[in-house]
């Protein structure tokens, strides 16, 4: 009997905020490994924002998933079967094997994970979100001692990492979080010098005034991962020479087409712009999957301090493939506390 193995593929293409039908999961045979690739039964799998751009048929950085095409995602696992001299029977690897119970993929595409810590990692505070993090504050927030750095979604893998090294390297941090919980985790466990609850302010002029208080000396390094109401209330507290690296826009996703034009509201560009001009701001969009040169000084720097226990990370798991959907749909209404991962 051919063994099987299960995927979630994209059934339909989300108005909104994504729902159920607009996914499904699939069985398929289990596929044998070609000459130079690896079988992976998967572990876990990682659930991040981005993935919503995805599931819209719009221009972006990279293609969006095909209807029927499975929800792309990386993944560690214990390799199953191989046809490279580089990985054996036994062996955990990291990979682009998306939401599904197993992956084959070329050698060449995965990383073997051989470190003491948990393969959770690799999807987390030593994955692509912790290596955002990493990099957006280290080469395009450029942190000095003494400064002040703002981060929204400040409990999220992306939030806490830029939040413990700045406050590291001597800023002040503030963290903005959505609710009560999540303020005390950016206070108590990632040790932010301030927290602000989003969600209890109606508008962006009453969070600008709760900054204006947690900011005293005004903001020098903003890392944008939101947008919407929070950038509207950090932009005209920036100092001038400020930094704005930019590696997301999470409030505007559930609009579709990559929030698009109809989800911006009034045209306040022509203000924007002439903010950067007299404040003299760097404002850095960024893909992180460009600048994977970094990575290994990266690894280099974190890992240890996560080893050490001197970098707090939370993860948070959902069980089961068929919840992946559910999960997902919860993190991109803030519904997750820390990594969202999902286990099988």
Known sequence: MTEMMQQITLAARPVGAPKDSDFALVERPLPAPAEGEV??????????????????DAKSYAAPVPIGGVMEAGGVGEVIASRSAHFAVGDMAFGMFGWASHGCLPARELRKLDSPLPPT?????????????????????????????VVA???????????????????????????ADKCALALDTFGFDAAID??????????????????????????????GKVFEAVLPL???????????MISGYNAGA????????????????????????????????NHFEHYPAFLSEVAPLVAT?????????ATGLENAPKAFMGLLNGRNIGKQIVQL
Request: aromatic share 8%; with cysteine.
């Open 39 to 56: 079988l992976v039964k998967l572990h876990a799998f990682s659930l991040d924002p981005y993935m919503r751009g995805r599931m819209d």
């Open 121 to 149: 990692t690799a999807l987390g505070v030593l994955g692509m979100p912790g290596f955002t993090g990493w990099y957006g504050l280290t080469e395009l927030g450029r942190p000095k001692a003494g400064e002040t750095l």
């Open 153 to 179: 979604a400040a409990t999220g893998p992306v939030g806490s990492m830029v939040g413990q090294l700045a406050k590291a390297r001597g800023l002040r941090t503030v963290a903005i979080a959505g609710g």
């Open 198 to 227: 989003h969600r209890a302010h109606e508008d962006a002029r009453s969070l600008r005034a709760a900054l204006a208080e947690a900011a005293p000396k005004g903001v020098d390094i903003y890392f944008e991962n939101v947008g």
């Open 238 to 248: 920036m100092n001038t020479f400020g930094r704005i690296p930019v590696c997301g």
């Open 258 to 289: 990559l929030g698009g034009v109809e989800a911006q509201g009034p045209d306040k560009l022509p203000l924007l712009w002439r903010s950067i001009l007299v404040k003299q701001m760097s404002v850095n969009g960024f893909i992180i999957s």
């Open 309 to 317: 226990g001197k970098l707090a990370y939370l993860e948070d798991i």
